[in-house]
């Protein structure tokens, strides 16, 4: 475990050494991030509608009682979505979207030479590979989840368009009522975490695969599998350290 | 020109290489051949560093690289092009990108120039206008041409080829023979090719080094290999009929 965690923090300090060329490590970077963020948009926007559709209407199920205000249903389903489902539930999707793909590609490239490759050339691999993907995971993560938020709370909106079990008017005044700013800064700290640990940990297993194509599932595997344990474990650090 | 000294490599309690010493000089063709297993590709990676040494030293022009910080090696890497036995292009870029990587990282080349040596690369071996091609589209001697094009693309002074014939048909493998001699011969590169194709050692083995079992078991150039009274040489080298016929006749 100690002989994998200072593997993994050589790796991450190699990373971020001085570039070779500013400008080719920049395109690296904007490639990674219309993959990683214009990519995965679609699945998150799916998953945050649905996810806050069905938040909305299970508390709204759980709250139905006419000694409780309709309005709370929508404050406990603002809370609930911005500090843990489009965090921790759009991380997790990311993980197994962004976190898979950075490790079979890094992997590919290591099983087929193109690791060996680059460093015969003198460039520094792990800079070259790695940080652009952590640049762009620590940015456009972040992005990703605002939008999960937006849609989540949309979601919310529409169930109770269709189910009825509490009017819109209260759930948008559920929405305002007692909001308090901190638990989007909780939420922009998670993300940032969340998309540092899912390019970070899935581009170790990626750089440090050998053999072939089994080999390179395997590290696609541990790497999701991983990054999945890291973010929950954040998710509770950073949860009882900023509420 | 290139020292290698006393090199030992082991893998755990793996021993593979044992003691290998050679030089290389520049504007020939200095082959490593041997049978599977025999070490060819771990000297190479050695000598290029992608492996440690376990003992012993490389040198490149007198210069010992062994003993050289990352950052040290980079302008001796700069200095080297390599083709792969899988010829290891980057699958997300086109050929032309392929070829102009090195030039975009470490020169300070215009957009122009460098699409100029780009063409001109592609031109050397032989694949005029497949510049907006992905390695995915190309065949096997065709993606082996591109990894020359790109190795050659910094004007390196050593160029190093690993089994450049593997998985080729024989007129390809010929073709890619011939273009690594021509390359060597107008860049005056010291070249170091490691194969075990007979036809390779025969047609362009300016000097060649047998790998046995880990060890260095014989040097000479390919008119001497008719020749040897080597053992394990004539075994590994005329192990067909038709080799051990065109012997005959020589």
């Given at each position: 475990m100690f002989h994998t965690l200072g593997r993994y923090l050589i790796l991450l300090r190699l990373s971020f050494k001085k570039p070779e060329k500013f400008s080719v490590y920049w395109t690296e970077v904007m490639r990674e991030m219309n993959s990683q963020g214009i990519g995965s948009l679609g699945i998150i926007c799916i998953i945050s509608v649905f996810i806050g559709a069905v938040a909305t209407v299970q508390v709204a199920f759980q709250l139905s009682s006419p000694l409780v205000a309709q309005s709370i249903a929508g404050s406990i389903s603002r809370d609930s979505t911005i500090l843990e489902f489009s965090p921790t539930i759009s991380a997790l999707v990311l993980a197994g979207r962004v976190g898979s793909s950075i490790a079979s590609q890094i992997g590919t490239m290591r099983v087929t030479e193109q690791?060996?490759?680059?460093?015969?050339?003198?460039?520094n691999t792990p800079g070259y590979l790695i940080s652009p993907k952590i640049i762009s995971g620590v940015s456009m993560i972040p992005l990703l989840t605002i939008i999960s938020v937006v849609l989540g709370l949309s979601g919310g909106y529409i169930a109770c368009i269709v189910s009825r079990d509490i009017s819109p008017t209260d759930y948008i005044i559920g929405l305002r009522d007692n909001f308090n700013p901190i638990i989007v800064v909780v939420c922009c700290v998670k993300s940032i975490a969340f998309g540092f640990i899912i390019t970070?940990?899935?581009?170790?297993?990626?750089?440090?695969?050998?053999?072939?194509?089994?080999?390179?599932?395997?590290?696609?595997?541990?790497?999701?599998?991983?990054?999945?344990?890291?973010?929950?474990?954040?998710?509770?650090i950073v949860t009882s350290l900023l509420l | 020109m290139i020292e290698i000294k006393?090199?030992?490599?082991?893998?755990?309690?793996?021993?593979?290489?044992?003691?290998?010493?050679?030089?290389?000089?520049?504007?020939?063709?200095?082959?490593?051949?041997?049978g599977s297993g025999s070490g060819k590709t771990t000297v190479l990676k050695c000598i290029v560093g992608l492996h440690e040494p376990t003992k012993g030293d490389v040198f490149y022009d007198g210069e010992n690289f062994t003993e050289m910080s990352f950052r040290e090696r980079v302008p001796v890497r700069k200095q080297i092009g390599m083709l792969f036995q899988n010829s290891a292009l980057f699958d997300s870029m086109t050929v032309e990108q392929n070829i102009m990587f090195p030039l975009n990282l470490f020169t300070d080349m215009?957009?122009?120039?460098?699409?100029?040596?780009?063409?001109?690369?592609?031109?050397?071996v032989n694949?005029?206008?497949?510049?907006?091609?992905?390695?995915?589209?190309?065949?096997?001697g065709m993606k082996k041409r591109v990894g020359i094009a790109r190795a050659i693309s910094m004007q390196p002074k050593y160029l190093f080829v690993d089994e450049p014939n593997s998985g080729l048909d024989p007129l390809t493998s010929i073709l890619i023979d011939n273009l690594i001699n021509e390359i060597t011969e107008e860049f005056n590169t010291t070249t170091v090719i490691v194969t075990h194709d007979m036809n390779s050692v025969m047609g362009i083995g300016d000097h060649v080094v047998f790998l046995n079992n880990g060890e260095k078991w014989w040097e000479g150039s390919k008119s001497e290999i008719a020749h040897t009274n080597n053992k394990e040489l004539n075994e590994f080298v005329f192990a067909s009929k038709f080799m051990r016929a065109a012997r005959a006749k020589l």
């Open positions: 690791i060996d490759a680059l460093e015969i050339m003198g460039v970070s940990v899935c581009a170790y297993f990626g750089f440090y695969t050998s053999g072939g194509a089994l080999e390179v599932g395997q590290s696609a595997t541990k790497g999701v599998v991983f990054s999945c344990i890291w973010i929950l474990f954040a998710d509770l | 006393d090199i030992y490599k082991s893998f755990g309690e793996n021993e593979v290489l044992r003691g290998i010493s050679a030089t290389f000089k520049p504007g020939l063709n200095n082959l490593i051949i041997g215009p957009k122009s120039e460098k699409l100029d040596r780009a063409n001109f690369c592609l031109k050397r694949l005029e206008g497949k510049n907006k091609l992905f390695p995915a589209e190309l065949s096997g």
